[in-house]
């Protein structure tokens, strides 16, 4: 399974040579078969879904110069960037019948999401990938990202600035979905920052999406999303969940909840805030 291939813009070539995510803390890199890190100072670069994101847009330029100086060549070398998850928008739709026509489906999809999003849907870049439905649904699931196109734009013009070419774009924990492994029905939570992110897994589809600014990262403020997610499960699966998957948060917030409890994992390293997104890349074109 591979979420990566089914919502992020993909060019048909081999894999990018360089691959960087971007969080608040700093830029994560890999660049042949090395992976690493290295922080912003506060205040340089702030996730939002409506406003610049860059805010110092020099240090994150000479940031990614010092660590891929190959990048200085006449040619610009493609490159997989990985954006914050508070950046975009991440929507599950459901739909009684999906049209065939590719200009019918994202016309449809665009109609639905601008109600869901916080900026104008007319400026705004949107993909979608229609899920595999289990036997004899009918009802067809649409998982949609959007972004504004002002937000992402500032994000393309850096790396070309830096002599890439942005070809694969996507956010981080769609990318970090490609070290889960297919279980009943899963979730995961992923805490970067002051952004929780939150997404129910029921096999290979992804049914409940969501990224919410937190004041305290705190367990109280983890539990505070973490049981209406459970409570939904519950509720509209008519299923527990079976096993949450954590990263960036400790164990002990996951307390008092009924089910398996795991950290994040892959064989390339350690997943954690601001490089689970890198590592999910990485698993998904390893195959």
Do not use: W
């Not at 409940?208 to 519950?234: G, K, M, N």
């Not at 954590?246 to 008092?256: K, R, V, W, Y």
């Amino acid at each position: 399974m591979s979420f990566l291939n089914q919502i992020t813009r993909l060019v048909k070539d081999p894999p990018p040579s360089h691959l960087f995510e971007l969080s608040e803390a700093g830029l994560a890199f890999a660049q042949g078969g090395e992976t690493g890190f290295e922080p912003f100072e506060a205040g340089t670069l702030v996730p939002s879904p409506v406003e610049d994101n860059i805010l110092r847009a020099d240090a994150i330029l000479s940031t990614i110069h010092r660590l891929a100086p190959a990048a200085h060549a006449k040619k610009r070398k493609p490159a997989a960037v990985i954006l914050p998850d508070y950046a975009a928008r991440v929507t599950v739709l459901d739909f009684d019948s999906f049209p065939q026509a590719a200009e019918e489906q994202a016309s449809l999809v665009r109609f639905r999401v601008k109600k869901t999003i916080p900026f104008d849907i007319d400026s705004a870049a949107v993909s979608y990938f229609v899920q595999p439905a289990p036997s004899g649904q009918k009802k067809v699931e649409v998982l949609a990202v959007t972004v504004a196109l002002e937000v992402i734009a500032r994000y393309e013009a850096l790396f070309r600035s830096a002599g890439f070419h942005p070809g694969v774009i996507t956010t981080s924990a769609i990318a970090a979905l490609n070290l889960h492994k297919p279980e009943a029905i899963a979730v995961l939570a992923k805490l970067s920052g002051h952004a929780l992110t939150v997404a129910v897994i029921a096999g290979v589809v992804i049914k409940l999406f969501r990224c919410v600014s937190i004041e305290e990262t705190s367990a109280d403020e983890v539990l505070a999303v973490l049981h209406p997610t459970f409570a939904y499960v519950e509720d509209e699966l008519k299923q527990p969940v079976s096993k949450l998957i954590l990263c960036g948060i400790p164990q002990d917030a996951a307390a008092g909840l009924k089910c398996e409890v795991e950290v994040l994992r892959s064989r390339f390293g350690t997943p954690g805030p601001h490089n689970a997104g890198l590592l999910g890349y990485l698993e998904q074109v390893a195959g």
